[in-house]
């Protein structure tokens, strides 16, 4: 069966670190591009970012531009997001889905698989 899972969500400081790990079973993330999105209470799921299967470009939302980085180790067979400097304005259930193929264009609607979640909370 093909699954996403993330991990490494936690409640931490603002100005804190986290990584946030995507891992894929059931399927090769080789050729699918991967995003980040999230969801903050009351709010629509939103992107942040998403690495592309095709060149390993990254691209980011402006709100995380210089202080997350997305990454793929597809010998693991997982994507990482690490996130730096959190703000409260951070906090979020995280999502990351798989595109076959996909292109920075893609719509939340276009991707194929997406995991359950994982909670960041930043606070003091």
């Known amino acids: 069966q093909e699954k996403l899972v993330e991990s490494g969500g936690d409640s931490v400081q603002p100005g804190g670190s986290l990584r946030l790990s995507c891992a894929a079973s059931g399927f090769s993330l080789d050729h699918y591009s991967i995003g980040w999105f999230r969801q903050a209470p009351g709010k629509g799921r939103e992107g942040v970012a998403c690495?592309?299967?095709?060149?390993?470009?990254?691209y980011y939302a402006d709100s995380v531009k210089g202080r997350f980085t997305i990454s793929r180790d597809n010998a693991k067979n997982t994507v990482y997001l690490q996130m730096n400097s959190l703000k409260p304005e951070d906090t979020a259930v995280y999502y990351c889905a798989a595109d076959w193929y996909g292109s920075v264009r893609s719509t939340q609607a276009e991707y194929d698989y997406w995991g359950q979640g994982t909670q960041v909370t930043v606070s003091s």
């Open positions: 690495i592309l299967t095709t060149d390993n470009s990254t």
